[in-house]
């Protein structure tokens, strides 16, 4: 207990420095904005001058501030921190230094990638998961509202998770392109593998039904294979399978790491040139090729049109979207998120055969692949999963209309992706930036 | 005509309806002169291809998914591939998707393009993932297919259930056409999405009865028998405990008559079948005899000596080659009065119905039976393949696959 009380007086006397630092009058190297307490660990969670990152901003140079979420195991001094005690957090991480109390830095972001100025590429000490995961527990904890979650941690983690995506050059390979796979074609079919491949015998029969009589001009298949961890046996079974069974005019692509369902689907288009490029979640299954058809018939009938989707449903039968729409969802102050509307109802009467929509889901989009290349594809900012192809439609949308049309197909949605809400209300802020812009 | 038979399984040594379906079409068809060659898949035979010369029968080592009924090995495609490209048919005639695997249908389509795929309907597999039976893990029968329903009955994700029926049903496109060997069974399959013109009821071809002189029944006890492998489905629980009533409430009817269970394969359903079934044969007296496996060339001999048939299967059934062979032995039938069974035993010129499960409904149909006159049976089975070579005419030299 003697040793305890002389470091609660250490503790008490750096209250008074961090409260002089937090308050200016002390130039701050460490400023705590959060702090808390949970399963026996403190927390604090704030701007650290990195003394390794320097930045210039005109002729002045200095250090970079990248946030820092320290944890200390100290349960016996967890008594002393009330509630919004952060002078309390900032002394006992101002103590970090001493050999007795030194903290684990468990996430270290760099900021400033969008400032003006140039500066070393900041360091990302924890996964980007583990700072998700870490925010939900911060969020439960109570420690920090959603929004602040969001936007002090997730955010950050996700730019830096995609600009190390983006940073990593090793090239996609082929892996496996059947001997007719063709040059140009009507309609290219990509489909992009993430996680399993349960479902690609379904689809593998399905596009053997499409015939000469259905698509003049010819089909492609492209599969691109998302997940280095499962190409091995991704590759080996879609050989065997369409050197054996199926004969398609297919092709695999595989990413060296894990890029996303926007970069994916960026490789398939550009394997091949479609006159119409179907990007087809691995996750949606058919009974038929009547809605591939149409689609690629929609969009390559129709010079007004840009891009198509069919009626998404539920396994049961029931509606999963036609189209998105943005809304704010009192559940999610603050946030502009995407809904399908009607989402989870039966269907009890007809729809038009085609009809206008305001954005399209992308488990089965149709895209003329000419309007595709001009706006440049699907954007890589969002990482994987959401919002990518809302946003791709709001480019598109300048080109052409986006249209539903009235067939339908099942999407299990889900299977091929978890979602977090956090990461979903990330990749929300950055649509909206895009979108503003 | 040259006409390649699939049968789902080896019929040897013991053979279930569809194997003896896809028998006896074949031997009916050769009997027209029709060039028949009959390939039965064997899931783990040792090589790729081998030959029951005994029975002029091509085996090939086909396995497929236990739910989506795909090939387990996609190379099983070139072997089938190599067999249709080298017999050259007219028809590929395949009797049940399962072993054969569902993939056989596009395979035959591009080894064969003139060919035409036939796809003869035997269980509701494609439809029920529990085992096939539309029979509800709780105990319930089923009347149809519904992704939610199906996913809580066998413990799986509705999008797993949705993936097998979607995948099924891609490849059934390229079959040009089904057989139903019963109108419930048509049915259920056109409930389930295959298109009612894709679909004809045919009934499977029945092997001549033997020529039956039988004594009068005054003069001796009255011989109930019962044939079917030993499933849970089948119902012989239900009969062993309607005997078991019997023999407590109506011990003199058991002098008058005897009962032969014919049939084995109770082990391959788990220690908690085979203990109830010896539970409920060990209580039963002489009246009562297991007699085990059969062969089909021995149904003549069992039906000569048989008064009645009872099929007390506790699931719909297709249509019951023991009802069908009873039927045309001149034998009459109890029957659960559900599916394909009632379907077949439809009046009192066929025999009788009992609500299914149902062990004290059995054992009263089996009193009525010991006192009711002899029955005269009026059935004429399918004893020839006009139906089916109707059906091939039919579709013409050039159709094009229905998708």
């Known amino acids: 207990m003697g040793g305890a009380k002389v470091l609660i007086n250490k503790v008490a006397r750096r209250v008074g420095r961090a409260r002089d630092r937090l308050t200016g009058r002390v ?25 390794d990152m320097t930045v210039r901003a005109g002729r002045s140079r200095r250090n970079l501030e990248t946030l820092r979420v320290l944890r200390f195991h100290r349960p016996d001094l967890i008594p002393m921190l009330g509630p919004n005690n952060l002078a309390g957090f900032a002394a006992i991480s101002a103590n970090s230094s001493s050999a007795s109390n030194t903290a684990d830095i468990v996430v270290r972001i760099g900021t400033g990638t969008t400032r003006t100025f140039t500066q070393r590429r900041p360091a990302l000490v924890a996964p980007y998961e583990t700072i998700v995961d870490i925010a939900e527990r911060l969020i439960a904890s109570g420690a920090l509202d959603r929004q602040s ?50 479902f690609a015998q379904n689809i593998l029969a399905v596009l053997s039904l499409i015939s000469g009589r259905d698509l003049e001009g010819g089909l492609a298949v492209t599969f691109v294979c998302d997940d280095p961890r499962m190409e091995s046996n991704f590759v080996d079974f879609v050989r065997s399978q369409n050197e054996s069974v199926n004969r398609l005019p297919l092709a695999v692509y595989s990413h060296p790491i894990n890029r996303g369902f926007a970069a994916a689907c960026n490789t398939g288009a550009a394997a091949t040139r479609g006159a119409v490029t179907i990007f087809l979640n691995s996750d949606v299954i058919a ?64 729809f038009p055969d085609v009809e206008d929509a305001d ?57 091929s992706y978890q979602r977090k809400v956090l990461e979903v209300l990330a990749r929300a802020e950055i649509f909206r930036e895009l979108c503003s812009r | ?56 029968m091509v085996l090939v080592r086909s396995a497929t998914h236990p739910r989506s009924y795909v090939w387990t090995d996609p190379a099983t ?31 035959a389509k591009r080894a064969a393009p003139r060919a035409k795929v036939i796809l003869t309907l035997h269980e509701y597999l494609a439809i029920c993932p529990q085992d096939g039976q539309m029979f509800t893990s709780s105990g319930q029968l089923c009347t149809g297919a519904a992704v939610r329903k199906c996913a809580s009955c066998v413990g799986t994700t509705p999008a797993a259930i949705a993936h097998h029926a979607s995948t099924l049903q891609a490849l059934f496109r390229y079959v040009d056409r089904f057989i139903a060997p019963s109108r419930f ?55 062993l405990e309607a005997l078991q009533y019997i023999e407590e409430r109506h011990p003199e009817a058991t002098k008058h008559a005897l009962v032969d269970v014919w049939g084995s394969g109770i082990e391959r359903f788990g220690p908690e ?64 009065g559900i599916g394909g069974m009632a379907e077949l035993v439809c009046g009192p010129e066929r025999g009788r119905t009992f609500e299914p499960g149902d062990p004290v409904a059995l054992a009263t149909a089996i009193l009525h039976a010991l006192d009711a006159p002899p029955t005269t049976v009026e059935y004429s089975a399918a004893i020839d393949a006009t139906d089916h070579l109707r059906l091939y005419s039919s579709l013409g030299p050039q159709t094009d696959t229905a998708r």
Request: net charge negative; proline share 7%; with cysteine.
């Open chain 1, 27 to 51: 130039a701050p190297r460490l400023s705590i904005d959060h702090g808390f307490t949970l399963d026996g660990a403190i927390f604090a969670i704030g701007w650290h001058e990195a003394p």
């Open chain 2, 77 to 107: 495609a070139r072997v089938w591939e190599r067999l249709i490209e080298s017999f050259a048919p007219d028809i590929v005639h395949l009797h049940h998707y399962v072993n054969a695997g569902a993939e056989l249908a596009l395979v």
């Open chain 2, 185 to 239: 069974l048509k049915q259920r399959y056109i409930d389930w999405g295959l298109a009612a013109e894709r679909i004809e009821y045919v009934p499977n071809v029945v092997a001549s009865p033997s020529p039956v002189v039988r004594a009068p029944a005054a003069n001796r006890p009255v011989r109930f028998v019962f044939m079917s492998q030993h499933t849970p489905y089948k119902g012989l629980d239900v009969l």
């Open chain 1, 149 to 198: 979650a969001v936007r002090v941690l997730v955010l950050p983690a996700l730019r830096h998770r995609v600009a190390a995506q983006r940073a990593n050059s090793a090239p996609t390979v082929c892996k496996y392109r059947a001997g007719h796979y063709p040059e140009s074609c009507a309609l290219n079919v990509v489909v992009p593998f993430y996680g399993s491949f349960g």
């Open chain 1, 359 to 415: 954005l399209l889901p992308g488990a089965m989009l149709a895209v003329r692949t000419a309007a595709f290349d001009q706006v440049g594809g699907f954007s890589l900012d969002f990482g994987s999963g959401d919002f990518e192809d809302a946003e791709l439609c709001t480019r598109l949308r300048a080109l052409g209309r986006l249209v539903v049309i009235n067939a339908t197909a099942l999407h299990l949605e889900g299977h």
């Open chain 2, 1 to 56: 005509m040259r006409i390649l038979l699939v049968s789902h399984a080896w019929p040897f040594p013991q053979a279930g309806g569809a194997e003896v379906a896809a028998l006896n079409l074949a031997a009916a068809l050769r009997s027209e002169g029709h060039q028949v060659q009959l390939a039965a898949c064997v899931p783990g035979l040792d090589e790729e291809t081998g030959y029951d010369t005994a029975n002029d």
């Open chain 2, 273 to 336: 079948w085979t203990e109830r079934i010896d539970g409920l044969k060990s209580g039963l007296g002489p009246w009562v005899s297991f007699r085990g496996a059969y062969q089909p060339r021995q149904t003549g001999q069992i039906y000569a000596t048989a008064d009645w048939t009872i099929v007390p299967s506790i699931w719909w059934e297709n249509r019951p080659l023991v009802i069908e062979e009873s039927l045309s032995n001149r034998v009459p039938v109890l029957a659960s």
């Open chain 1, 287 to 350: 009974s038929g090729p009547e809605t591939l058809v149409r689609l690629a018939q929609t969009v390559a009938g129709d010079p007004t049109i840009a891009a198509a989707s069919p009626t998404l449903l539920f396994p049961d039968g029931m509606l999963q979207a036609r189209e998105l729409v943005t809304f704010e969802n009192p559940l999610f102050p603050g946030f502009t998120l995407l809904e399908p509307p009607c989402k989870g109802l039966h269907i009890t009467g007809t």
